[in-house]
């Protein structure tokens, strides 16, 4: 949730100086991992430890989709 308020706030910045903004990818792939975590958070009261196994599988996904959608795609 912190990541998506800041992200909100620098793109209100970005918007009201009328900068150019060239980080869709990351962006995305933050909207991604913070939808599915939100997913498992909503669901549980409490977490078992592979749900520790799942944040560290995201993080390596997310480096990856960034690398695919900046060089693969040349989405920026």
């Known amino acids: 949730m912190n990541n998506i308020l800041c ?3 620098f793109l209100a910045l970005v918007y009201a100086r009328g900068l ?3 980080f869709s990818s ?3 792939v933050i909207l991604i991992v913070c ?3 939100g ?5 549980r009261t409490t ?3 592979w749900t520790s ?10 480096l990856v989709l960034v690398y ?4 693969a795609f040349g989405w920026s």
Do not use: C, K, N
Request: net charge negative; glycine share 2%; charged share 10%.
């Open 7 to 9: 992200l909100s706030v």
């Open 68 to 71: 695919v959608l900046d060089y």
């Open 47 to 49: 977490f078992p430890l």
């Open 53 to 62: 196994f799942i944040a560290f599988a995201l993080y390596q996904f997310s």
């Open 20 to 22: 150019t903004w060239d």
């Open 26 to 28: 990351e962006v995305l």
């Open 39 to 43: 997913v498992f958070g909503s669901l």
């Open 35 to 37: 939808i599915v975590m």
